[in-house]
């Protein structure tokens, strides 16, 4: 027997035969989403299913293994051994999908792909305004945004989630990364329109920090930026309470429950005219950056690259839109 035949590589009809006949790409789809979400809500929520069907699925994947592949512990879902094993090699599967479509991308350039992008809740204001600009380039690119705390950012990137990354704020734990800055994120302070304070100008950090102050959760940027301005200050705000969301600090501000500090992207939909006055606060505006973030090492699709190309062409149209719509923030910031 040639011996170059024996060792080559296995036939499609020496794959398990189980495999083929009893199991679906979308079963393989829904059980990678449930253990990397660790519940079969967020699974089906990623995934745009209902709960019944993710768990329907589910069962005729563990009985065409013939083994548990998950545990219920309370809320969490965990894979069994046998899980374990499935997960893996499911991604690997899914890392070479994603290579060979990356490839296809490559020969036909721009005309078709897929765009996998991640970004902070606060960069929600900006991305789809660049995905925009840059579908009119590319209409037959497939554009994927997910939308997440810091925290579940962080960990899509750690396990290589997404094609590219926009985040306020780089983590010190995630040292093997490339960074790109590519916009301004101005963070100021704001206040209800006819607040007595919006009257004033060159307000100190020590006046402000007696007033009540609304924050963002603990591990925001915004949240992490404020307070060190104010500990550099050796000042104590007086924190009325925390939220979650730019949207519900929005409204807590505007209901009279304290002042506090946003992106100034998070106000661009309203613009000057809307219900928020900015207060000229010394200090401020903190002048940070947006980020476009990629674990180092990783080679971006043609895709991928050209969307971080276009980005980062893009910084000088973003800073002149903001600088006049809000033209004192970049004032005060020179």
Do not use: C
């Not at 209409?139 to 989630?161: A, C, Q, T």
């Not at 704020?169 to 100021?188: C, G, I, K, R, S």
């Amino acid at each position: 027997m040639d011996q170059r035949l024996a060792t080559g590589p296995k036939a499609a009809s020496e794959i398990p035969e189980f495999i083929v006949r009893h199991t679906t790409m979308r079963q393989l789809q829904i059980f990678e989403a449930i253990v990397r979400n660790g519940s079969f809500t967020r699974a089906a929520e990623e995934l745009f299913l209902t709960q019944p069907t993710v768990s329907m699925q589910t069962k005729k994947l563990t009985d065409a293994f013939g083994l548990p592949l998950l545990n219920q512990i309370g809320r969490q879902v965990r894979p069994t051994e046998a899980g374990e094993i499935v997960y893996s090699t499911i991604r690997e599967m899914f890392s070479s999908l994603n290579n060979l479509d990356a490839a296809l991308s490559e020969i036909q350039g721009l005309k078709r792909g897929r765009l996998r992008l991640a970004v902070v809740s606060t960069a929600k204001y900006l991305a789809p305004e660049l995905l925009g600009k840059f579908n009119e380039l590319y209409p037959n690119i497939e554009l994927s945004l997910k939308v997440s705390n810091r925290d579940r950012v962080l960990e899509r990137m750690s396990s290589h989630e997404d094609d590219l990354y926009i985040m306020g704020q780089v983590a010190h734990e995630f040292e093997d990364v490339e960074v790109y800055p590519f916009a301004p994120n101005p963070l100021v302070v704001v206040a209800p329109k006819g607040h007595a304070l919006t009257q004033r100008s060159q307000i100190s950090l020590k006046e402000l920090a007696e007033t009540p102050f609304i924050l963002r959760e603990a591990g925001s940027g915004i949240r992490d930026a404020t307070l060190k301005m104010f500990e550099k200050a050796n000042i104590r705000p007086r924190i009325k309470m925390e939220l979650g969301s730019n949207e519900a600090i929005k409204h807590a501000v505007l209901a009279g429950l304290g002042l506090s500090v946003l992106s100034l992207h998070s106000m661009t939909l309203e613009g000057p005219q809307g219900p928020l006055a900015l207060l000229d606060v010394s200090g401020f505006p903190i002048m940070r950056q947006w980020f476009i973030v990629h674990p180092k090492g990783r080679s971006l699709s043609l895709v991928a690259q050209s969307f971080l190309e276009f980005a980062i062409s893009e910084e000088q149209a973003m800073r002149e839109a903001m600088a006049k719509q809000w033209p004192l923030v970049f004032q005060n910031a020179d």
